[in-house]
């Protein structure tokens, strides 16, 4: 765990802090030092975004912000809880839960990663239907959530469709390591772990090559 490695880097910050006291004027001693708060302080962040990352986006929170927006009347064109149609449904949902994808249902279709087959999909999937002129969001349990068409609203029901009615289903959900691919954006936790652990590596590089060279001077 990453709490655990700064403890650890904190035991050996201590034992190195020792063996600098014994040099007080060595300037490897105090780019170590300098190293080691670096160290931590990347760590900690990378903490943090991964306790962020673990209760953030998942194919549920998809499906629990599409829920919010249930009896919403279709306007085609609609983008928001006064009115919304099937991609605009898409779109804001996800948008509510940090993933970017396109307004247009052939936008939404090349999202995320393809997934072979109705048995296959898990919440928070996007199904393809009517030829690529209606999208749907899987429930899970044989269920969708979508805005149908004029006169009716975002609504809760049994999947209609079978896989000879669907275009494609695509994956667009972190957890199924979905997004990235093909028109669905990162999530900005997702980017700024990768950027965490780029410093941390770095750091963790610089730390080591100072310690060396302090410890062979120690030893001279």
Request: charged share 15%; hydrophobic share 45%; with cysteine.
């Amino acid at each position: 765990m990453i709490t655990d490695s700064i403890g650890s880097l904190r035991q050996i910050q201590a034992h190195f802090d020792q063996l600098a006291a014994q040099r007080p004027t060595s300037s490897a001693s105090s780019a170590s030092a300098d190293l080691f708060a670096r160290l931590i302080g990347a760590l900690a962040a990378q903490d943090k975004v991964a306790a962020v990352s673990a209760s953030g986006t998942t194919g549920s929170s998809i499906v629990n912000a599409a829920a919010k927006y249930e009896g919403v009347p279709y306007v085609l064109g609609g983008t928001s809880s006064s009115g919304i149609d099937c991609s605009g449904l898409v779109q804001r949902s996800l948008s509510d839960v940090g993933i970017k994808v396109g307004r247009l249902v052939s936008d939404q279709a090349r999202a995320g990663t393809a997934v072979p087959s109705l048995a296959q999909a898990k919440p928070g999937d996007l199904i393809v239907l009517d030829g690529g002129e209606h999208i749907v969001i899987y429930a899970g349990n044989g269920n969708v959530i979508h805005a149908p068409d004029v006169g009716r609203s975002v609504t809760l029901t049994k999947a209609w469709f079978t896989d000879a009615d669907i275009v494609t289903i695509r994956r667009v959900s972190p957890d199924s390591g979905g997004v990235g691919g093909n028109g669905a954006q990162p999530t900005k936790a997702a980017m700024a772990a990768t950027a965490v652990a780029r410093s941390s590596a770095e750091a963790l590089q610089a730390l080591i090559a100072a310690q060396t060279s302090m410890l062979a001077g120690s030893l001279a």
